[in-house]
């Protein structure tokens, strides 16, 4: 490969760091009481967050204008089907590291489908079966595994993180066979075309955001972290069920009338 | 009889908190299923009814109004902030949230122009407190989003939504938060006058 061995042991280093400095650190406290201060690199992620916004502007959104204009929405489906498929790999790893079956049985069915009779995975037949998209990666494995999330973190092209979730994203890119086999272009192809895709995906969902939030930054930022602890928990349920039989563990905080401050 | 009034005015207090409280309980788990089954019917008879974009906001940001908590929720969003603010400041923060939450959410569905429902569990969560959880779907193949409505019981008795959580993320939490964020740098008179700046009409909004 083109990078030397020195260079991996290198960003192993700084990721093994990186993760120490989580161990006792969880977002739970930002997430139950807004209120409280818990964003340590806000002046940092802030800036990030107009770097991002500032190529959203003036590159991810007209192209995605574009692609939304040219390419009809069964196309536009197709290449999110597409995208998804090629990320499957890495869901599969995952799942199999968390010990999921459920998700591990359902993922390789999901690839073997999808990939054959879906014609490369343009067509999702696995979800028309029943076989809905799943999703987990290795940050939420860690969080599996016991590792703490650590402060929350912005960063351009990724977007919002926490510091285990950006590690998880680099050993993300490891997992995903086809980065080995293709030549370093297949990479930055690959990655230009799920930027494309997500940005169409969640294009109301974004626009709207940036429209009527009186802070988007504050704003992504709550519904990353939510939608974060939601899956995690999400799957240590699941996980729960499956070695321990029905009884769940309620570890999910709901807002209530009785948090009301008067 | 002097010595009963102490009494009788104690007990006249108690019945009177106890009241709301008492009518509280009155909800079975399937009266508040029906009851979010209903809301989620009519909006959806309205966003695949006839009627240009334009009419179709004005019913919507109607049930929105009716059906949804916004003093409670309005408070809830401003946290410890509600506690320090003034009799005017909270009249007019109210006011304010009222339009912006109308203008900014109620709408939302209407680009829409249809979709699926179908409720999967209504659970008792106490305190007067129920969650109805849905999973959603649009006209387009895309997967089915799950959406868990909170509704609890107002004063008066009557049911009320006061949350909506989209895959796990609740829109009252994420803006109490957005909020704070806004509130802690600029105050709240800075809060209430962006509302009023967020409750127009966008004049660059495009027809999609």
Same mark, same amino acid.
């Given at each position: 490969m083109h990078r030397t061995p020195r260079f991996r042991n290198f960003i192993l280093a700084a990721g093994l760091l990186a993760l120490a400095a989580c161990? !006792?650190?969880? @977002?739970e406290k930002a997430l139950n !009481? $807004? !209120?409280? @201060?818990? !964003? $340590?690199y806000e002046g940092f992620n802030r800036a990030m967050f107009g770097v991002n916004k500032a190529l959203d502007t003036v590159l991810v959104k007209p192209v995605t204008d574009v692609y939304r204009f040219i390419v009809p929405e069964t196309g536009r489906k197709m290449v999110d089907n597409f995208v998804s498929n090629l990320e499957t790999p890495v869901v599969l790893v995952n799942s199999v590291l968390q010990g999921d079956q459920e998700n591990t049985f359902a993922t390789f069915w999901r690839f073997a489908l999808n990939s054959s009779v879906g014609i490369g995975g343009l067509f999702d037949v696995a979800s028309e079966g029943g076989l809905h998209n799943r999703s987990a990666d290795f940050g939420q494995t860690m969080a599996v595994w016991g590792v703490g999330s650590g402060p929350y973190t912005y960063v351009p092209i990724f977007g919002p993180g926490t510091i285990r979730d950006s590690f998880g994203r680099i050993v993300d890119i490891a997992f995903n066979p086809l980065v080995w086999v293709h030549p370093t272009w297949y990479s930055y192809a690959q990655a230009g075309v799920t930027i494309v895709d997500r940005r169409s995906v969640y294009y109301n969902l974004i626009d709207d955001t940036y429209k009527s939030s009186l802070d988007p930054y504050a704003t992504f930022r709550s519904g990353y972290l939510q939608k974060r602890t939601s899956d995690i928990t999400k799957v240590k349920r699941r996980l729960h069920k499956q070695y321990h039989g029905e009884q769940t563990t309620s570890t999910e905080q709901t807002p209530s009338s009785a948090h009301i401050q008067e | 009889m002097k010595k009963f009034l102490p009494v009788s005015l104690l007990l006249t207090l108690c019945l009177t908190l106890l009241t709301p409280s008492l009518a509280k309980a009155d909800y079975s788990v399937d009266q508040v299923r029906q009851y979010v089954d209903g809301v989620a019917s009519q909006t959806l008879s309205v966003i695949s009814g006839g009627g240009t974009k334009e009419t179709k906001k004005q019913a919507l940001e109607k049930i929105f109004a009716a059906q949804v908590d916004i003093p409670w929720v309005g408070r809830f969003v401003l946290g410890r902030f509600w506690r320090d603010a003034t009799p005017a400041q909270r009249s007019n923060y109210l006011k304010e949230y009222k339009s912006f939450l109308l203008a900014n959410? =109620?709408?939302?569905? =209407?680009?829409?122009?249809s979709g699926t429902y179908k409720i999967t569990s209504a659970t008792d969560?106490?305190?007067a407190q129920y969650t109805v959880s849905m999973t959603m779907a649009g006209a387009d193949q895309s997967q089915p989003v799950q959406v868990d409505y909170k509704i609890h019981v107002m004063e008066d008795g009557k049911l009320r939504l006061f949350d909506v959580v989209v895959e796990g993320v609740s829109m009252i939490t994420t803006q109490r938060s957005e909020f704070a964020s806004v509130l802690g740098q600029k105050g709240l008179d800075y809060l209430i006058q962006q509302l009023a700046n967020k409750s127009l009409p966008l004049p660059d909004e495009k027809k999609s």
């Amino acid at each position: 490969m083109h990078r030397t061995p020195r260079f991996r042991n290198f960003i192993l280093a700084a990721g093994l760091l990186a993760l120490a400095a989580c161990a !006792d650190y969880t @977002n739970e406290k930002a997430l139950n !009481d $807004p !209120d409280a @201060n818990s !964003d $340590p690199y806000e002046g940092f992620n802030r800036a990030m967050f107009g770097v991002n916004k500032a190529l959203d502007t003036v590159l991810v959104k007209p192209v995605t204008d574009v692609y939304r204009f040219i390419v009809p929405e069964t196309g536009r489906k197709m290449v999110d089907n597409f995208v998804s498929n090629l990320e499957t790999p890495v869901v599969l790893v995952n799942s199999v590291l968390q010990g999921d079956q459920e998700n591990t049985f359902a993922t390789f069915w999901r690839f073997a489908l999808n990939s054959s009779v879906g014609i490369g995975g343009l067509f999702d037949v696995a979800s028309e079966g029943g076989l809905h998209n799943r999703s987990a990666d290795f940050g939420q494995t860690m969080a599996v595994w016991g590792v703490g999330s650590g402060p929350y973190t912005y960063v351009p092209i990724f977007g919002p993180g926490t510091i285990r979730d950006s590690f998880g994203r680099i050993v993300d890119i490891a997992f995903n066979p086809l980065v080995w086999v293709h030549p370093t272009w297949y990479s930055y192809a690959q990655a230009g075309v799920t930027i494309v895709d997500r940005r169409s995906v969640y294009y109301n969902l974004i626009d709207d955001t940036y429209k009527s939030s009186l802070d988007p930054y504050a704003t992504f930022r709550s519904g990353y972290l939510q939608k974060r602890t939601s899956d995690i928990t999400k799957v240590k349920r699941r996980l729960h069920k499956q070695y321990h039989g029905e009884q769940t563990t309620s570890t999910e905080q709901t807002p209530s009338s009785a948090h009301i401050q008067e | 009889m002097k010595k009963f009034l102490p009494v009788s005015l104690l007990l006249t207090l108690c019945l009177t908190l106890l009241t709301p409280s008492l009518a509280k309980a009155d909800y079975s788990v399937d009266q508040v299923r029906q009851y979010v089954d209903g809301v989620a019917s009519q909006t959806l008879s309205v966003i695949s009814g006839g009627g240009t974009k334009e009419t179709k906001k004005q019913a919507l940001e109607k049930i929105f109004a009716a059906q949804v908590d916004i003093p409670w929720v309005g408070r809830f969003v401003l946290g410890r902030f509600w506690r320090d603010a003034t009799p005017a400041q909270r009249s007019n923060y109210l006011k304010e949230y009222k339009s912006f939450l109308l203008a900014n959410y =109620a709408t939302r569905f =209407a680009q829409y122009s249809s979709g699926t429902y179908k409720i999967t569990s209504a659970t008792d969560d106490g305190d007067a407190q129920y969650t109805v959880s849905m999973t959603m779907a649009g006209a387009d193949q895309s997967q089915p989003v799950q959406v868990d409505y909170k509704i609890h019981v107002m004063e008066d008795g009557k049911l009320r939504l006061f949350d909506v959580v989209v895959e796990g993320v609740s829109m009252i939490t994420t803006q109490r938060s957005e909020f704070a964020s806004v509130l802690g740098q600029k105050g709240l008179d800075y809060l209430i006058q962006q509302l009023a700046n967020k409750s127009l009409p966008l004049p660059d909004e495009k027809k999609s």
